[in-house]
């Protein structure tokens, strides 16, 4: 609604300015449809920006580049990045595999450019959900398959592209956004062929198997939380916020973690777009320290595109 908006405002206006602190969600062609608008001599969707031409308009802000308070401290505390070394299996290292002969293929087998537009999209973003966990990316991959061989193709589906966003106040409804933009998407492919039909095949198996206990990721995640949290087998004072980029992983996280035992007496809480506010106001309460020796693990989806995330999606090679 927002991008449409714009569509309709800008023309009237010799000069335009755009501010905001989530700028797109990651995909150029998304970007592209952004800048547009704003000076369509300069843009144009689904044309790769050029570098020069976006310095000459973009203004990038980073909170390391504020200048320091009068009295010579940081006005925000310093953020210090260290790696959660992960061991993939075989069996993960087989399914992304899969998943970029998968990628490969389909684009070798687009003749158009607005098929490749269609295709880039569903690929790159198959590939991050199954870098976020296999409950996220089973559910694309699950919408994928069940339209791919759709008949309709064309303008419907770039449509739905450009005006894809990720900025959404409730979460639920950005999952189910995706799924329709993935579906719409997905008609536009060309026909499989025998080999791509089998990858899809071996993907679906790897999701529904994976969906059911933790992979390497979240069980290196568990060992670090055990140790950070719970040495010996008691709970120490040190608190935990993780977070994912989309609700599935939430959710998936969340069950695994329960599992664990770290729910217990109420230490394991949830945060997400949509959720009722006085369900948000105890989950935030519950977080603070109440008392001695009661922490919390604490999930949230909507602060990753502005804090760090300990659940670092990483791809093995």
């Keep these: 609604m927002r991008t449409l908006a714009i569509r309709m405002l800008a023309p009237h206006f010799e000069h335009k300015l755009f501010l905001s602190a989530t700028p797109h969600n990651g995909y150029q062609e998304s970007f592209a449809a952004l800048l547009e608008p704003l000076d369509s001599q300069r843009f144009a969707r689904a044309v790769t920006p050029d570098r020069t031409q976006l310095d000459a308009v973009m203004i990038r802000r980073m909170k390391s580049e504020l200048k320091l308070r009068w009295d010579g401290s940081r006005r925000f505390a310093e953020r210090v990045v260290k790696h959660l070394e992960v061991s993939y299996t075989d069996e993960e290292r087989g399914a992304h595999k899969a998943l970029r002969r998968y990628s490969e293929l389909r684009l070798k087998n687009t003749d158009s450019d607005d098929g490749r537009m269609a295709t880039e999209f569903v690929l790159k973003l198959m590939k991050k959900r199954l870098f976020s966990s296999p409950s996220a990316f089973g559910i694309t991959l699950q919408k994928h398959v069940s339209t791919v061989d759709g008949k309709e193709r064309g303008s419907v589906a770039l449509r739905d592209i450009e005006e894809y966003s990720d900025d959404y106040a409730d979460d639920e409804e950005y999952e189910a956004e995706t799924s329709e933009v993935v579906a719409s998407a997905s008609q536009s492919f060309s026909q499989l062929s025998a080999e791509e039909r089998e990858l899809l095949s071996q ?115």
């Design 203 to 317: 993907l679906t198996n790897y999701a529904e198997k994976a969906s059911l206990r933790p992979d390497s990721k979240a069980k290196t995640l568990i060992e670090w939380l055990n140790q950070t949290l719970r040495a010996g087998g008691k709970w120490n004072e040190e608190r935990v916020i993780i977070f994912t980029e989309y609700r599935a992983s939430q959710k998936w996280l969340f069950d695994l973690l329960a599992r664990e035992g770290f729910a217990e007496d109420g230490r394991l809480e949830m945060i997400y777009g949509g959720m009722p506010n006085d369900q948000r106001e105890r989950s935030r309460q519950r977080f603070r320290p109440i008392r001695r020796n009661r922490k919390s693990v604490y999930c949230s989806r909507r602060m990753l595109r502005r804090r760090a995330s300990i659940y670092k999606i990483i791809a093995p090679s």
